[in-house]
C-alpha cells in the first residue's frame, strides 16, 4: 500500500510585506507554501511583491464607500422624535489579500455629509472563506 500524504496550507499574515524585513518575511513563507496575506504602503510595492513571490502573495488595492439613510426617526417612549434620522456617507481606501477561497480585507473610510450620528475615521477588517456549497 502507497503512502499517501497530504499537503496542508498554512496562512500567514504579513504586515509592511512590501519592503525591507516585511517583503523579506513573506517571501520567505510564500517559498514554503504558505499562503501569505500581506499589506504594502504602494501600488508599485504590491506589483513588486505579486511578481517576485511568483503571484504567491496576492493584493488587491481599491477605492471603498458607502451611504446610510435611516428610514425612520428615533424613537423615545413610544414617541417619535422628529428629524432624529441618521445619515452618513464614508469613502477611503481598502485592501484586499488573499486567494484560494480565503480573504482579508482591510478598509478606511472619512465619514462626510453626517446627520444624527457621530462622524469621524471608520476602519474596518474581515477575513472571509468560501465554504463549498452542497447540492442536494
Known amino acids: 500500500?502507497?503512502?499517501?500524504t497530504q499537503q496542508k496550507h498554512?496562512?500567514?499574515a504579513v504586515t509592511g510585506a512590501g519592503s525591507g524585513l516585511g517583503r523579506e518575511i513573506a517571501l520567505g513563507l510564500a517559498a514554503?507554501?504558505?499562503r501569505v496575506f500581506g499589506t504594502a504602503l504602494s501600488p508599485r510595492e504590491i506589483d513588486d511583491l505579486k511578481s517576485a513571490s511568483d503571484g504567491a502573495v496576492n493584493v488587491r488595492p481599491g477605492f471603498n464607500g458607502y451611504w446610510?439613510?435611516?428610514?425612520?426617526d428615533h424613537r423615545i417612549n413610544d414617541v417619535a422624535n422628529p428629524d432624529s434620522k441618521e445619515r452618513t456617507v464614508g469613502l477611503g481606501p481598502g485592501i484586499q489579500v488573499g486567494g484560494q477561497g480565503v480573504w482579508f480585507q482591510l478598509n478606511g473610510y472619512l465619514?462626510?455629509?453626517v446627520r444624527n450620528c457621530p462622524s469621524g475615521v471608520k476602519v474596518t477588517m474581515r477575513i472571509s472563506k468560501a465554504v463549498p456549497a452542497k447540492v442536494n
Open 10 to 12: 498554512l496562512t500567514a
Open 32 to 34: 514554503k507554501n504558505y
Open 111 to 113: 465619514e462626510t455629509d
Open 1 to 4: 500500500m502507497a503512502n499517501v
Open 68 to 72: 446610510l439613510q435611516q428610514t425612520t
